[in-house]
C-alpha cells in the first residue's frame, strides 16, 4: 500500500517541544500534566505571537524527539509498504529546511524523494494517510487514521490509533 505520514503529533513531539519553548521564553516550568490536553496558544493566547515567531527559527524543527515507537514501526513498515511523508509546513516555512535534516537523521529509510510539503493531503493517491487532524481526511479517497494527540482527544473518529503499535495494527489489518 501507498502510506502517507503527517509529522507533527504524528512523528515528531510537536507538542513537548512547545511546552520547551514556551519554558524558555518565559521563564517557566509548564509539563505536558500541569497543561492537560491544551497547547499552550491556547491557554496564553496573549504569548502566541511571540510563540508563532519563535517557532520559526531556524533550527527549531529539529529539536523535536521523535514519538515513541515511531522509528521502528515506520522501519517494519518500510519492508512491505511504500511510505511517503506528507506534511504541511507551509505555516512555518523554514521548518521545511529542518524537516528534511530531521527526517534524514531519524528516519533514514525514507527517502527525500518521498516527501511532501503541501496542505492540500487530500490531493493525494494514497491507500492510508496517517494524521492527527481529521481536515486533512476531508475529501481524501483513502483510509484516514487518526493519530490521537491532545489536541484531538474529545473529537469522535472511527479510526483512531493511540499510539504507534496500534497504527502497525491497523494497516496489518487494512493488508
Ligand atoms: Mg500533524
Not at 517541544?17 to 500541569?34: A, P, V
Request: aromatic share 12%.
Amino acid at each position: 500500500m501507498k502510506i502517507g505520514i503527517d509529522m507533527d503529533e504524528v512523528l515528531a513531539d510537536f507538542f513537548l517541544c512547545d511546552i520547551q519553548l514556551h519554558n524558555q521564553l518565559f521563564d517557566e516550568q509548564l509539563t505536558k500534566e500541569t497543561l492537560g490536553n491544551q497547547y499552550v496558544d491556547h491557554k496564553y493566547p496573549e504569548k502566541s505571537k511571540a510563540m508563532r515567531m519563535a517557532r520559526n527559527f531556524p533550527g527549531h524543527f529539529l529539536r523535536f524527539p521523535p514519538l515513541p515507537h515511531s522509528q521502528e514501526v515506520v522501519e517494519r513498515l518500510s519492508e512491505r509498504h511504500e511510505l511517503f511523508i506528507v506534511s504541511s509546513a507551509i505555516m512555518f516555512p523554514n521548518s521545511m529546511v529542518d524537516k528534511l535534516s530531521w527526517l534524514e537523521k531519524y528516519f533514514p529509510v525514507i527517502s527525500k524523494d518521498r516527501v511532501v510539503f503541501t496542505a492540500s493531503k487530500y490531493l493525494l493517491d494514497l491507500d492510508v494517510l496517517i494524521d492527527d487532524h481529521v481536515r486533512n481526511f476531508d475529501g481524501f479517497k483513502g483510509v484516514g487514521i487518526l493519530f490521537s494527540s491532545p489536541h484531538n482527544a474529545e473529537i469522535n473518529y472511527e479510526m483512531r490509533c493511540a499510539d504507534w503499535l496500534e497504527v502497525e495494527r491497523e494497516i496489518l489489518r487494512l493488508e
